[in-house]
């Protein structure tokens, strides 16, 4: 999605990030990118019990903790 990619880039610069974006080819499987982020969670050791967990339709990306990252 070509308008998140831009709302991303407008944060990642605020922040003094840099976005890299997927190629469109590769951006097909949500659920291996989720998986992802599942992993590299637990590997930091960020666990969430299942009672505290939920779903988020309108989940904001500029809001997520990041702690596997320096």
Do not use: F, K
Request: with cysteine.
């Amino acid at each position: 999605n070509h308008r998140l990619q831009e709302m991303l880039q407008s944060m990642c610069r605020a922040r003094g990030a840099e976005l890299c974006p997927t190629d469109d080819r590769y951006c097909l499987d949500n659920g291996a990118m989720i998986a992802q982020a599942g992993w590299e969670m637990l590997r930091a050791g960020q666990v969430t019990e299942l009672s505290q967990s939920g779903i988020t339709q309108r989940y904001r990306t500029d809001e997520v903790e990041v702690t596997w990252r320096d």
